[in-house]
């Protein structure tokens, strides 16, 4: 089991960016397959970024793709997130997201464990 803690969101300007942390419990972090999640009111839950256990390969959602930059640091059992070159429509809440279980749908799907989740508000 692992608990999730994310932090970092805020009020920011178009252009601008962001440092999300996502701190997990536990002694196993390295076990998990960490992404992040976010969602919008009204609009479906969209895979944001996923990096693999050791942190040697990581995948990004085609609307974030070479804006945002997902990273780990396995001795703090915690997961970045790098926001570059906000946009509206990056406002939503981000979560984080593990899973230990490997699918047909792993990174994008399947994930066991979830953050509470972190406000990002971009300002045109």
């Known amino acids: 089991q692992v608990q999730l803690v994310e932090s970092g969101g805020g009020l920011v300007q178009a252009g601008g960016s962001l440092r999300l942390s996502c701190a997990a419990s536990?002694?196993?972090?390295?076990?998990?397959?960490m992404g992040w999640f976010r969602q919008a009111p009204g609009k479906e839950r969209e895979f944001v970024a996923a990096?693999?256990?050791?942190?040697?390969?990581?995948r990004y959602g085609d609307s974030v793709k070479g804006r945002f930059t997902i990273s780990r640091d396995n001795a703090m059992n915690t997961v970045y997130l790098l926001l570059n070159s906000l946009k509206p429509e990056d406002t939503a809440v981000y979560h984080c997201?593990?899973?230990?279980?490997?699918?047909?749908?792993?990174?994008?799907?399947?994930?066991?464990?979830w953050g509470q989740g972190t406000q990002v508000t971009v300002s045109s």
């Open positions: 997201a593990g899973t230990r279980i490997i699918t047909e749908g792993t990174p994008t799907t399947g994930y066991d464990y």
């Open positions: 536990g002694r196993t972090f390295s076990s998990y397959v």
């Open positions: 990096i693999s256990r050791s942190g040697g390969s990581t």
